[in-house]
């Protein structure tokens, strides 16, 4: 099975600032990957596809990047919105996977 | 508009089968895509049990392959889960999702709780 690391666990960071979450695989996964936002009480929304496609109607504020092993979620600047928990997905090949999950908080 | 939702037991006792139903309204089922289960115990990241193309191939968690049957039924436009012999480990929220570009839309979830 693929294995997905993602870090930091926990990132601590202020409205307006520029953050960055990564994301590796155990081996490659092309560009077959996935992030997706949680709030607490509330399934999964998925953001960006394909690595590096933004969903329609997810802020432009939201990118992100990589290929094959490693991968990265970038918030151009944080709005108040954002503080959530963030994971990353495989769907390279049976079975998928998720990483552990970065909180981003205040 | 598509829209995804669980249901079945919220408690199930240790041993049992846990049974859930996803129920898809604005989309049929038959025509395309792959539905899929993911669950995430409390406090606890998410983890994929298992997905069913719209032929009825399935594909499963190699954790939990042994527990699991995912089927669909179009007659009623719903898919389901069935994990056998649970434990302990087993109580999370259970999502159903839809698998296009990745999992884009989800069931709001559903807690079930395993306990005697």
């Known amino acids: 099975d693929i294995q997905m690391t993602q870090s930091p666990s926990t990132l601590s960071a202020s409205v307006g600032e520029r953050v960055t979450i990564t994301c590796r695989a155990s081996?490659?996964?092309?560009?077959?990957l996935a992030w997706y936002q949680q709030k607490p009480g509330k399934a999964p929304k998925l953001l960006i596809y394909k690595a590096s496609t933004l969903v329609s109607g997810v802020p432009s504020r939201f990118s992100g990047s990589g290929s094959g092993t490693e991968f990265t979620l970038t918030i151009s600047s944080l709005q108040p919105d954002d503080f959530a928990t963030y994971y990353c997905?495989?769907?390279?090949?049976?079975?998928?996977?998720f990483g552990q999950g970065t909180k981003l908080e205040i | 508009q598509v829209q995804l939702q669980e249901s079945g037991p919220g408690l199930v006792k240790p041993s049992e089968t846990l049974s859930l139903t996803c129920a898809v309204s604005?989309?049929?089922?038959?025509?395309?895509?792959?539905w899929g289960w993911i669950r995430q115990p409390p406090g606890k990241g998410l983890e994929w049990i298992g997905s069913?193309?719209?032929?009825?191939?399935?594909y499963y968690n190699t954790s939990l392959k042994s527990q699991v049957t995912i089927s669909l039924d179009t007659s009623k436009n719903q898919f389901s889960l069935k994990l056998s012999s649970v434990t302990a480990a087993d109580t999370a929220v259970y999502y159903c999702a839809r698998r296009s570009s990745a999992f884009d839309i989800w069931g709001q979830g559903t807690m079930v709780t395993v306990s005697s």
């Open positions: 069913i193309y719209h032929n009825g191939r399935t």
């Open positions: 081996q490659s996964i092309s560009a077959w």
């Open positions: 997905q495989h769907y390279n090949s049976y079975p998928y996977t």
């Open positions: 604005g989309y049929s089922i038959s025509i395309g895509y792959y």
